[in-house]
C-alpha cells in the first residue's frame, strides 16, 4: 500500500507545482497587460486579479506586492521567460561572448538587445512614470539601471579583449556609449516615433557602436 502511495504523492506534487506556476504565468501576464493598459497606478491588484481570473488574495499569496509583481514582469521581459538565468548566462551572450571579431560581437549583440528591448521597453517605460511618484518603483529602477550598466560592461571588456578600443576611449567610456545607445528610452525613440523596423533598428545601433567604440 506504501509503495503505490509514493507515486501518486509526487504525481500530486507535480501537479501543484504546475497549477502554482500557471496560476503565476496568468497574474504576471494580465499585470503586463493592465501596466500597458493603465500605468503602474491604475494596475491595481484588485484590476490584476480579475483579469487573471484569481482573487486578490491570490495575488497576494503568491507575489506579496505590486512592486514585485512589476519586478517579475521585467525580469521575464528581460530574460524571455521566468527561468531563474542570469540574462548573461543564456546561449545568444554566451555564444557573443565565444566570438573573436569584435565587429559580428557588437553585432550580435545588437540583435541580441532588439529581442530584449521589444519585450522590456514598454515595461520600463511604465516603471520610469512610476518612478516618480513611487519610491519603491524609484528604488528598482536604479538597481535595474545598475544592473543594466554593469552588464555593459562586462560587454565592453569581453569587446577589448579580441582587439583594441578607438584610441583615447577608455572603457568607462566604452560601457557608457554601449549602456546609453542600448536604453529604453532610445529604442522607443526610434522604433515608436521614427519608426525603425526591427531590421532597421539592429542595423542602426550595430553600426553606430562598431563606428564609435572600435578604430
Excluded at 28 to 49: N, V
Excluded at 79 to 94: A, K, T, Y
Amino acid at each position: 500500500m506504501s509503495q503505490s502511495a509514493r507515486p501518486k504523492r509526487a504525481y500530486n506534487s507535480a501537479r501543484r507545482q504546475a497549477q502554482a506556476r500557471q496560476t503565476r504565468q496568468q497574474i504576471a501576464d494580465a499585470a503586463r497587460k493592465l501596466f500597458a493598459e493603465r500605468g503602474y497606478a491604475g494596475a491595481t491588484i484588485e484590476a490584476i486579479a480579475q483579469q487573471a481570473g484569481v482573487a486578490p488574495e491570490t495575488v497576494y499569496a503568491v507575489f506579496g506586492s505590486k512592486r514585485k509583481i512589476l519586478s517579475h514582469v521585467m525580469d521575464v521581459a528581460i530574460g524571455g521567460d521566468d527561468q531563474p538565468i542570469g540574462v548573461l548566462e543564456r546561449p545568444e551572450p554566451q555564444a557573443m561572448f565565444r566570438e573573436k571579431d569584435q565587429r559580428q560581437q557588437l553585432r550580435m549583440f545588437a540583435l541580441g538587445i532588439q529581442a530584449i528591448m521589444e519585450r522590456a521597453a514598454p515595461v520600463f517605460e511604465v516603471m520610469r512614470i512610476a518612478a516618480k511618484t513611487e519610491p519603491d518603483v524609484a528604488e528598482l529602477l536604479q538597481h535595474l539601471l545598475k544592473d543594466r550598466w554593469q552588464n555593459m560592461q562586462i560587454l565592453a571588456q569581453r569587446v577589448a579583449a579580441n582587439g583594441p578600443l578607438r584610441p583615447g576611449l577608455s572603457l568607462t567610456q566604452a560601457t557608457d556609449t554601449i549602456w546609453a545607445l542600448t536604453s529604453a528610452e532610445v529604442y522607443l525613440l526610434l522604433t515608436a516615433d521614427r519608426r525603425l523596423t526591427s531590421e532597421q533598428y539592429v542595423e542602426w545601433l550595430a553600426d553606430t557602436l562598431i563606428r564609435l567604440l572600435l578604430p
